[in-house]
T-cell receptor, first 112, second 109 residues
Framework: SQTIHQWPATLVQPVGSPLSLECTVEGTSNPNLYWYRQAAGRGLQLLFYSVGIGQISSEVPQNLSASRPQDRQFILSSKKLLLSDSGFYLC???????????FGQGTRLTVV | GQNIDQPTEMTATEGAIVQINCTYQTSGFNGLFWYQQHAGEAPTFLSYNVLDGLEEKGRFSSFLSRSKGYSYLLLKELQMKDSASYLCAVIDSNYQLIWGAGTKLIIKP
């Protein structure tokens, strides 16, 4: 069966510090991978998606970046965090284009 | 632009029935999902509709009318554990998922 791992679960970082969130998927190959951010009480905002190794599409211009160094690994990064980067970050994967998305546990990021 | 509308919040009583509506305007349509999200947790898949009509799964049912750009999620025999946010999402013509902001459902004893 397929599983998705996302870590860490919670993170408190000072303004200006770097960020690296990692997501890995097991049990499938060539998945579509997604990074979302969710503000408190709000819907999901798509940040990045990837259809293959090294292929990253950015939906929202900001100080975040994403990379896909391996087929089942998706990394969200920042060189310098802003207060506005605080939120709940979710990694997700989809097997084919018309199937549901499966989510990782999420990372609660607080920038202080 | 693409838009999905859901009520922000709804309140219902334990044991009752509640219907959560979702209307959408998207560039194309390739299916609609409903997800449940408990506070502080990731969304989990509830249902998928691609053809018009009602899909029933236990206490939960989901309805779709493509001509009206409308769906609803029906929850029967409400339990306290059903208190959560319910997210509607549409697959557009580019096979991207377009998400609604979610409906927070509060269940009272």
């Amino acid at each position: 069966s397929q599983t998705i791992h996302q870590w860490p679960a919670t993170l408190v970082q000072p303004v200006g510090s770097p960020l690296s969130l990692e997501c890995t998927v097991e049990g499938t190959s060539n998945p579509n991978l997604y990074w979302y951010r969710q503000a408190a009480g709000r819907g999901l905002q798509l940040l990045f998606y990837s259809v293959g190794i090294g292929q990253i599409s950015s939906e929202v211009p900001q100080n975040l970046s994403a990379s896909r160094p391996q087929d089942r690994q998706f990394i969200l990064s920042s060189k310098k965090l802003l207060l506005s980067d605080s939120g709940f970050y979710l990694c997700a994967w989809r097997d084919r284009e018309n199937t549901e998305a499966f989510f990782g546990q999420g990372t609660r990021l607080t920038v202080v | 632009g693409q838009n999905i509308d859901q009520p922000t919040e709804m309140t219902a009583t334990e044991g009752a029935i509640v219907q959560i509506n979702c209307t959408y305007q998207t560039s194309g349509f390739n299916g609609l999902f409903w997800y449940q999200q408990h506070a502080g947790e990731a969304p989990t898949f509830l249902s998928y509709n691609v053809l018009d009509g009602l899909e029933e799964k236990g206490r939960f049912s989901s309805f779709l009318s493509r001509s009206k750009g409308y769906s609803y999620l029906l929850l029967k025999e409400l339990q306290m554990k059903d208190s959560a946010s319910y997210l509607c999402a549409v697959i557009d013509s580019n096979y991207q998922l377009i998400w609604g902001a979610g409906t927070k459902l509060i269940i009272k004893p």
